[in-house]
């Protein structure tokens, strides 16, 4: 996990806690040893709900996510760069075009992918933005009067009937799909 990126904890509809990894770490743990049972966590960057080890004392928890100066213990790679090993497929012309490259396969593929980024549009990561609100509005507001119809005036980018429509939920679900949205 990124330790970079942020959280937002809910139990119920209401907001528990909000930060980077450690500090969600340490509310959803908390929460835990109360008896506080269903605690759903969401990225903030994302809008998806993610899921975490809470078992052990809170140390160990945060040695199991990398946050201590232990840290969990890791594979062959280069975990110091964040560095993932995960699977592409591709075509095999693909393949022979990416092995040709000077720089090897992994670099070529790195520098694509951060080419394609720097080429993304305001109205890119606003879609980005939506997606993320939507995502975490089916989670939390799927049952709560307006959903659909909020849904909607979301992906037309109408934001008044947004705001009126969720302004009807719980504040702490309301203002989250609102932050989301930027």
């Known amino acids: 996990m990124d330790t970079k990126l942020t959280y937002t ?10 930060g980077d990894l450690a500090a969600i770490l340490a509310c959803c743990h908390g929460a835990q ?15 998806k709900q993610v899921d975490f080890d809470l078992h052990g004392s809170l140390d160990e928890v945060l040695a199991r996510h990398g946050l201590s100066g232990e840290g ?15 699977e592409v497929t591709l075509l095999p012309r693909h393949w022979d075009w990416l092995e040709r490259q000077p720089q090897g396969v992994s670099a070529t593929l ?13 109205s890119d990561r606003e879609r980005e933005r939506m997606d993320a609100a939507f995502r975490f509005m089916s989670a939390m507001a799927g049952d709560l ?10 992906y037309r980018r109408d934001r008044a009937v947004f705001g009126a429509l969720v302004g009807l939920w719980p504040a702490d679900i309301r203002d989250h799909a609102l932050r989301l949205l930027g």
């Open 33 to 47: 040893e109360s008896g506080r049972d269903g605690v759903l966590v969401f990225s903030d960057e994302s809008g």
């Open 145 to 154: 009067p307006g959903y659909e119809e909020a849904c909607r005036a979301l």
């Open 110 to 122: 790195r520098r694509l992918v951060d080419e394609a980024r720097g080429r993304e549009t305001e």
């Open 9 to 18: 904890a809910f139990a119920g509809t209401a907001l528990v806690g909000s």
């Open 72 to 86: 969990p213990k890791r594979g062959p790679g280069r975990p110091k760069l964040g560095v993932k090993g995960m």
